[in-house]
């Protein structure tokens, strides 16, 4: 009787369900005696009991399934006729998606149908992403609330377990440890993960950069656990909803696939350090360093700097060389949606082609390793844009959409005062500002923004919509892809915030190196907004 509920069943043929039009089927007793069935395609598997779905989910968060190996008596004799299948994956829950484990009952005769829906099961879960990643977890434990560790051990590592990965728990001791671990340790590893803020992940990234095999160590992916204060990488990789999801973060560093990080790197004289989110200066570098008391405030520390900055609504003594690609914000739109329709064409090809698959997640191809550059300060020529800060306020229009006044120098008026410079990596810098929307991974450009000084009324005004990236229209807010850019400050503005790291300098030489270091998305690419999709056509 067990066998004729519990037997193995396909209603679809295999060609079929490899193309993900059919959903292959097997036949489980569930732990309370009543027949269920597991089933799974190219998108989803599900446990069903009485006909009606028990659990769902993705297929990309089933972790692992498995036969689990029977006891035997003294003898060696199987105490029970009945295998077990183990199966755990994610599922979606408030606050974080939670790890579900489920123990199902097999008949012994049908284990080589149960064999053949597990290869196939795991064939599509991990879609040619290595199994069983090699991960090095670096945990600063005094890092947001203080209890990362705790985190990692309740949310973080339960589902590594499940999923069979290897992982090396580091806790970091002091400033610049994670650095130093970077910098010294063997490259044994599959993933960098980091269960902090974005601190680490500057750390990480800093200390294999210095390293004599740097286009190597630079290799290995460096990716967020969000467990910190300022978590804006794991927000560009996860999206605004699940940024924060501890378990979805380790997800990614099981199954992402393989993106590149632009990062730049930013001299002053013989000293340079690399960036791989964002480089700030005038009332954004106040905001990054001013506000470090208030980390425990979470996000909101940026609205209050930025508040508080609008008070005192001050230019800063600047002049900027910049290496500029283009400063057409129509055209920083267009080649956007460009690169999701390309992306969202890639997906599709994916599914159907298991060697794409393969291909994304195991890297992408480039025609040659790159190299970091020596350290030197770069020498502007006649071909670069030059801004120079005045005291003028920038001319304000109302306006919600793109302008006619967008042009090739960014609409820039000579004697405009320059509130902030902001370069960026990644589009948002905390969750309630994404100040880079049109950034593109491995673009092999960095997105500049210098704000023109203009009334009090604007800038609180832009508030408002800086999660959504409305910022960008603002004529005042210019806007320039570039490789490179030179600046020189003056007085108290020689402050520069590098990933929320202080340094001084009254020259400092900022130059991308595309595609230098790597990370991991589930998407292969940053996490979809809205943006530019369907933009307003101003007023």
């Not at 196939?120 to 990643?133: H, Q």
């Not at 001013?290 to 002049?319: A, Q």
């Not at 267009?334 to 599709?348: G, M």
Request: net charge negative; proline share 5%; charged share 25%.
């Amino acid at each position: 009787m067990l066998a004729s509920c519990c037997g193995a069943r396909a209603r679809a043929s295999y060609g079929d369900l490899e193309s993900g039009r059919g959903m292959d089927e097997l036949s489980v007793k569930l732990r309370d005696g009543q027949p269920g069935t597991l089933r799974c395609n190219t998108k989803v598997v599900e446990l069903l009991g009485r006909g009606k779905s028990i659990v769902s989910t993705p297929i990309n968060k089933l972790l692992n399934v498995a036969l689990v190996t029977e006891s035997d008596d003294q003898h060696g004799t199987p105490t029970t006729t009945d295998l077990s299948l183990r199966i755990s994956f994610l599922v979606k829950a408030t606050p974080h998606h939670k790890l579900d484990t489920r123990e199902l009952i097999i008949p012994r005769e049908d284990r080589e149908e149960a064999e053949r829906w597990i290869d196939l099961a795991m064939g599509r879960a991990y879609a040619g992403t290595p199994r069983a990643r090699k991960v090095r977890l670096l945990v600063n434990p005094i890092g947001g609330k203080g209890n990362a560790m705790s985190l990692v051990n309740s949310l973080a590592l339960p589902v590594y377990r499940a999923a069979g990965c290897e992982v090396d728990v580091i806790e970091t001791r002091y400033g610049k440890h994670a650095e130093e671990i970077a910098r010294d340790m063997k490259l044994d590893c599959d993933v960098l993960a980091a269960a902090s803020g974005d601190g680490i992940i500057h750390e990480l990234i800093n200390g294999l950069a210095i390293r004599s095999d740097a286009q190597q160590a630079l290799k290995i992916p460096v990716v967020p656990i969000p467990t910190g204060s300022a978590n804006g990488m794991s927000i560009n990789l996860l999206g605004l909803e699940e940024g924060f999801d501890i378990p979805l973060a380790v997800l990614n560093t099981i199954k992402g696939q393989i993106m590149p990080l632009d990062i730049c790197s930013v001299t002053h004289g013989d000293a340079r350090r690399f960036s791989f989110m964002s480089v700030a200066m005038g009332l954004m570098c106040d905001i990054d360093l001013g506000t470090e008391h208030l980390r425990w405030l979470g996000d909101t520390r940026f609205v209050y700097g930025f508040l508080k900055g609008i008070i005192s609504n001050s230019s800063m003594r600047c002049k900027i060389h910049i290496k500029v690609a283009t400063a057409d914000k129509g055209l920083m739109i267009q080649r956007l949606n460009e690169s999701r329709q390309a992306q969202a064409h890639t997906r599709r090809d994916q599914l159907d082609d298991p060697d794409q698959i393969r291909k994304a997640a195991n890297g992408h191809e480039e025609d040659s390793d790159p190299s970091i550059p020596p350290v030197r300060m770069l020498e502007p020529d006649e071909t670069w844009l030059i801004l120079e800060s005045g005291n003028q306020y920038a001319k304000v229009e109302k306006k919600d959409g793109p302008s006619p006044r967008w042009s090739s120098n960014g609409s820039w008026d000579e004697g405009e005062g320059m509130l902030y410079v902001y370069t960026g990596l990644q589009p948002y810098v905390a969750r309630d500002l994404m100040q880079f929307p049109v950034c593109i991974p491995g673009e092999g450009l960095m997105d500049v923004v210098v704000q023109s000084l203009v009334p009090r009324s604007v800038l609180a005004q832009s508030i408002s919509g800086g999660a959504e990236g409305k910022q960008f229209y603002l004529d005042s807010q210019h806007y320039y892809k570039a490789s490179a850019y030179v600046v020189e400050l003056e007085g108290k503005n020689s402050l520069v915030s590098v990933d929320g790291e202080a340094l001084r300098g009254t020259r400092l030489s900022v130059e991308l190196l595309p595609k230098m270091a790597r990370t991991l998305s589930l998407y292969g690419t940053w996490a979809q907004s809205t943006f530019g999709k369907a933009e307003p056509t101003g007023s």
